[in-house]
């Protein structure tokens, strides 16, 4: 299937720092991704060069088969919301509204009005007055209601609290279902959104380390607790992320193949790994090397 973003050796270099460094990877149409990585990492820039707010120093960008900058064909069908979105000084919540459903044509007024019902938006309230949560709450609201074939969206329910958080992962859970289309959240949320997200794209000093289908990955990677020897010999195949050692015991994170019945059999201990875990674990590693 034709992707709907395609990245070819992306780089984005700001004076010394080079915040992506030549990443590739394409979008499907209709997909939850997670654009995972730690402060710094090049999520926010990576995001800015696929909506053409940003120019590549080297490489190449697709969205919906064009070059995005300056492209208002294709900037339509993109919406891309982040915390620190700023509105016009005049701005009252409902004009914001508005122009999200003048710009968008996929904007549907009936879940926009459903969603401000749920956050309690105040729809008369000045932007410039709203608290950090509202002010999420409307970023989430216009992302959601937008229905853009691509949604980027740069931690915008950062300021919302755990209750608003979850209602946002309802609805968007909800309404992709109905309306699928691709979603991108780049979040340090991730034990959060790791039901919710499809697909893992995790980013480390500007370099994609991983480009993962979320439940390949859940399968992957396992903690081997057990005497040292036996973690050995069970995880000699296997590509070892960390190792601890707890007394007499080992524990080693692996990922690759440990199949349970020889754990069994050698009285070692296999756990999942969760995707936080995971994440940090190849971070991690990645850092040293
Ligand atoms: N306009 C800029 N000028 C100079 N350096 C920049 C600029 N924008 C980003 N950077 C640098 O590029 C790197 C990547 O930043 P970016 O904001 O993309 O990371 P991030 O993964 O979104 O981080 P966070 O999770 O903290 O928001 C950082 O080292 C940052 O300091």
Redesign the pocket.
């Known amino acids: 299937m034709t992707p709907v973003v395609s990245v070819q050796d992306l780089s ?1 270099r ?2 010394a ?1 080079a ?2 460094d030549g990443v590739s990877f394409e979008l499907r149409r209709n997909g939850i991704y997670g654009l995972l ?12 060069l696929l909506t053409g707010q940003q120019f590549a120093t080297a490489g190449t960008v697709r969205v919906l088969g064009a070059d995005p900058a300056e492209n208002e064909r294709v900037l339509r069908q993109v919406s891309f919301v982040k915390e620190s979105q700023r509105y016009p000084e005049t701005y009252k919540v409902r004009h914001v509204l508005l122009a999200g459903r003048l710009l968008f044509p996929g904007w549907d007024e009936a879940f926009a009005r459903s969603l401000v019902a749920d956050f309690e938006l105040p729809v008369s309230r000045p932007v410039k007055k709203l608290s950090r949560g509202m002010l999420s709450a409307l970023g989430v609201t216009v992302g959601l209601a937008s229905r853009a074939p691509i949604t980027f969206f ?2 915008p329910y950062l300021g919302l609290d755990a209750v608003a958080r979850q209602l946002f992962y309802d609805r968007l859970l909800a309404d992709y279902a109905e309306h699928p289309r691709t979603v991108v959240l ?1 979040t ?1 949320l991730i034990d959060e959104v790791s039901d919710l997200i499809e697909h893992v794209l995790l ?1 480390e000093r ?1 370099r994609l380390v991983l480009d993962e289908a979320a439940d390949s990955l859940r399968g992957q990677v396992v903690t081997v607790t057990g005497p040292a020897q036996a973690v050995d010999r069970l995880t000699a195949n296997a590509d070892e992320l960390h190792r601890e050692h707890l007394g007499p015991l080992t524990r080693a994170t692996v990922r690759g193949a440990v199949s349970a019945g020889h754990a069994r059999e050698a009285g070692v201990q296999l756990e999942p790994v969760s995707l936080q875990q995971l994440v940090v674990r190849i971070t991690a590693r990645e850092a040293v090397s």
């Open positions: 984005k700001y004076g720092v915040a992506v990585g730690r402060n710094g990492a090049g999520k926010t820039t990576l995001m800015q740069d931690e780049s340090h980013l500007g």
